[in-house]
Every structure is written in structure tokens, then in C-alpha cells.
């Protein structure tokens, strides 16, 4: 009898042992999980996203960010001095040349007759800035980025190649500035214009980047300066 009642003590046991096994087994399969410990993103990188402050024309350090969706509307979160406009502009200029003022955060589109295009554009950090005369001698849509290997060293987080879309950084088209790294290009990042933030390229919002496109052929003469005196 005693011999018998251990026996059954011993299979009930072994039974629930069993059971709380393929139990803990269950629950780790198809149970609840605990979050992965997650690794901080460094600043600037993927889905970190970066909100300017202080006013307009300030000096910012933001990184690209890739993946960044930017709104329908992206000029909603420009101030309104950055919008799209026709402006009156001075300038001994033929009609067609585009004329960037770094200090301003403005690229102008020479019409004539004293008049020009104006757009909002974010410009290049501090280190980044620069002046010069270029030709645009490519165009693209949806432009791929690739990332210079400088780039790569400051921000070691950002991809080695992204394709053209939504989420890149260079948004909806490019200009290529001659043979230079440098580009005039969309963003994802429409907060960013009037910032200091690149580095050294000239970013505008996807809507203007469009139009801008539009208007001018490969070939056009390009003069980056830090001040357009008017």
C-alpha cells in the first residue's frame, strides 16, 4: 500500500512538473514578451526625430535622418518668410541663373526684369559653408544616396545606400552641382528650412524642389554666395 501511494505521489508529481514545463514552454512561445534592452539612438539617427529651436536662420546641428516620412503638406512647418514666393531682385544676372545667399537661407531664380523666384532652402552648418560657381550637371528624380565616406565617419549610424523615396533624405528630386559632392535637393525634413543643418548641400522642401526642377535645364549657372545684395 505504502509502496503503491509513493508510486502514485511520484507520477502526480512528475504530472505537474511536466505540465508547469510545457507550461513556461507556452507562455514563452506564445505568451506576453518583455521588451529587447533597446540601444539608445545616437542623435539624428533613424526615427530620432529632431525639432529646431530658436528662430529662424539660427545655426543647428541636425543629421539626415533616413526613413523620416515627411507630412503632405511640407510646407506647414515652415515659417512663413521661408515660403515660396515672387520677389523683387536686383541683379545684372541673365534670366534663368539661380543665386543662393547662405546667410539669407534663400535661393533666388532669376525671372528678369528685376524680379525673381524665391524659396526657403536649409544651408550648411557651421564648417560646412561655402561659396563658389557651379553648373548643374545632372538632374534626378527620387534621387538614391549614398553617403560620403566623411559623412560616414562623423554619423557611422546612417546607411551606406539608400534608395530614392519618401523616407530619403535627398526627397523628392536633385541637382547635381558640377563635379562637387554637393547637391540642391529635397528633404524629409521640411522643419529644417531656414536652419544651418547640412553638410553643405542646399535643401528645400519636396514642393519647391519640384518646381524648381521644372524651371531649370542641366547646365544652368549656379552662384552660391553668403550675402545677395538686393
Request: with cysteine; aromatic share 8%.
Amino acid at each position: 500500500m505504502t509502496s503503491a501511494l509513493k508510486t502514485i505521489g511520484l507520477a502526480m508529481a512528475c504530472h505537474m512538473g511536466l505540465a508547469l514545463l510545457c507550461g513556461g514552454a507556452y507562455a514563452q512561445a506564445f505568451g506576453p514578451r518583455s521588451a529587447p534592452n533597446a540601444t539608445p539612438l545616437p542623435p539624428g539617427a533613424v526615427g530620432n526625430v529632431s525639432v529646431p529651436r530658436g528662430a529662424p536662420g539660427a545655426t543647428m546641428d541636425i543629421g539626415d535622418q533616413p526613413g523620416l516620412v515627411p507630412p503632405e503638406d511640407d510646407t506647414a512647418q515652415m515659417d512663413p518668410a521661408y515660403r515660396r514666393q515672387p520677389v523683387y531682385f536686383r541683379t545684372t544676372e541673365a534670366p534663368g541663373t539661380i543665386i543662393i545667399s547662405t546667410s539669407d537661407r534663400y535661393l533666388y531664380l532669376v525671372e528678369g526684369n528685376n524680379r525673381a523666384m524665391r524659396y526657403g532652402i536649409g544651408v550648411g552648418r557651421d564648417g560646412f559653408q561655402w561659396q563658389g560657381l557651379e553648373k548643374i550637371s545632372r538632374k534626378a528624380e527620387w534621387p538614391d544616396w549614398t553617403p560620403p565616406a566623411e559623412m560616414i565617419q562623423r554619423q557611422p549610424y546612417l546607411p551606406r545606400f539608400m534608395a530614392g523615396g519618401p523616407g530619403n533624405p535627398m526627397g523628392a528630386r536633385a541637382l547635381y552641382l558640377g563635379g562637387t559632392v554637393y547637391r540642391i535637393h529635397g528633404t524629409n525634413q521640411p522643419d529644417t528650412i531656414g536652419y544651418a543643418v547640412s553638410s553643405g548641400c542646399f535643401r528645400l522642401v519636396n514642393s519647391d524642389i519640384i518646381d524648381l526642377y521644372g524651371r531649370v535645364p542641366v547646365g544652368t549657372k549656379v552662384i552660391i554666395r553668403q550675402a545677395v545684395t538686393l
